[in-house]
């Protein structure tokens, strides 16, 4: 199973979307499972259930951080900040937004949103696309 299904298959039964992001793009950078898990619980749900940037890409953000480690840190910086556009500009062109309430379609910050993502199972029924996209996108972006 490659990095990308490996993520579809631990979101969401196991992890929610940034802590399965983390854990397996965050490994070959020495981030262990259990400090992924710790790390990505509160991105997840546009972080902290803000609704805001979706939780795989801003883990996708930290991986790249971790991707493009450099002696110069001006160097790994500025690495870190064209992959970072770049992981957006390829996410918005699939689905218009990296915002979450745009992305499932209701605000899960309010208890309406809340109930309507419940209802309609939105996370089920939506975020593993994303998932499978922002991870796509991290493994294309960790190979060039």
């Known amino acids: 199973m490659n990095r990308v299904e490996r993520t579809v298959d631990l979101f ?3 992890l929610n979307c940034s802590q399965a992001t983390l854990t397996v793009f965050g490994e070959q950078y020495g981030l262990n499972a259990e400090m992924a898990a710790k790390l990505g619980r ?3 749900g546009g972080m ?3 609704a805001g940037t979706c939780g795989a890409v801003s883990a996708a953000v930290l991986v790249l ?3 493009n480690d450099g002696q110069d840190e001006a160097r790994a910086r500025q690495a ?3 992959a970072v556009q770049e992981l957006f500009r390829s996410f918005e062109a699939l689905h218009g937004t990296t915002e979450c309430r745009d992305l499932l379609g209701a605000d899960m910050s309010t208890e309406d949103g809340m109930k309507k993502i419940r209802e309609e199972k939105l996370v089920i029924k ?3 696309a994303f998932v499978r996209d922002v991870a796509s996108i ?3 972006l960790l190979t060039t």
Do not use: D, I, M, N
Request: with cysteine; charged share 15%.
């Open 126 to 128: 939506r975020c593993p």
């Open 80 to 82: 870190s900040f064209a």
């Open 12 to 14: 969401p039964t196991v």
């Open 48 to 50: 902290g259930h803000t």
């Open 138 to 140: 991290l493994e294309k």
């Open 65 to 67: 951080g971790l991707a």
């Open 42 to 44: 509160p991105l997840g």
